[in-house]
């Protein structure tokens, strides 16, 4: 038997999907970073490091990694905007009369969420593919795809939460499109896509290295970039270190490297943080 939960997340999925207008701009600050990296930005910064071999795969690899740490943030907003439209019209309240329990209604909020953000992930995947392959780099092999997969799954629960979070405060319409405006403005910078990492202030590297999204995008550079990044073997550890920290492929906390383990446990700790945070705040509203 179909839960409620599945049947009311279901109803969101197909909302959300409807409205075209809601899909692109969902998909907004992507678009701006394909366009922008397509015009310039690749080529800009692969004439920035003549001295790396195959740099045009390497730049392409990173810039789209960068993209997938991206979208499960601009997606997860976007598809929350389901939730605020509802409230703001007076669904919501419709809802809480129905047969639904309070917990489903939440819970169908939160599915359909995570299954857009899922959905639209994976179409920039293929995206990333087709024009990293396009260029002449390789497609992901399995293992690797697989671990993107799963940092994929990490990034939207851990984005999922943060957004829920940040959309139970929004209460009007014009609210949505600004916070939507600046976290689609942002991410960009936050995650090091438009511009490398290592040439932002270092109180502004302070502030990145503790963005959940930076180490998504840190986690996916990390796979994305492993096969291309082979050709530097003739490079030193350390020249191959200082590139990796520039481009956010690795962050260091003072002297100590930060492992893809910590960063992974990073992104499951805020997930569960903020999905805390959310229940209280719900709890409070139902008081």
């Not at 109803?11 to 015009?39: C, E, P």
């Not at 905007?81 to 919501?92: C, S, V």
């Not at 492929?249 to 499951?268: C, H, K, N, W, Y």
């Amino acid at each position: 038997m179909i839960s409620n939960i599945t049947l009311f997340a279901s109803r969101n999925i197909k909302v959300f999907f409807r409205d075209r207008a809601a899909v692109m701009y969902s998909m907004f600050a992507a678009l701006i970073v394909i366009g922008l990296y397509i015009l310039f930005l690749g080529n800009v910064l692969t004439e920035g490091y003549p001295e790396l071999p195959n740099a045009r795969t390497i730049i392409d690899s990173w810039a789209m990694a960068g993209l997938m740490a991206v979208i499960p943030v601009t997606s997860t907003l976007g598809a929350l905007g389901i939730m605020i439209q509802d409230r703001l019209t007076g669904a919501a309240r419709d809802f809480t009369v129905s047969p639904m329990k309070r917990h489903e209604i939440v819970g169908g909020y939160v599915l359909s969420t995570f299954a857009v953000s899922t959905v639209l992930c994976l179409l920039s995947l293929a995206f990333a593919e087709v024009y990293i392959a396009s260029n002449g780099g390789d497609l992901l092999g399995a293992m690797q795809f697989a671990k993107v997969i799963g940092i994929m799954l990490l990034s939207v629960a851990s984005a999922s939460a943060v957004m829920l979070v940040v959309a139970l405060f929004i209460t009007s319409n014009t609210a949505y499109s600004s916070v939507s405006s600046i976290v689609g403005v942002m991410i960009g910078f936050i995650t090091g896509v438009f511009i490398p990492i290592g040439t932002l202030p270092a109180a502004m590297v302070s502030v990145v290295k503790i963005v959940p999204a930076s180490h998504s995008a840190s986690l996916f550079r990390q796979v994305m970039m492993e096969k291309p990044m082979e050709t530097m073997a003739g490079m030193s550890p350390d020249e191959i270190l200082n590139f990796e920290l520039d481009m956010g492929v690795r962050f260091e906390f003072g002297d100590q490297l930060v492992t893809p383990e910590l960063s992974a446990l990073i992104l499951a700790a805020v997930c569960a943080a903020f999905f805390i945070v959310a229940v209280l705040k719900l709890s409070m509203k139902q008081r």
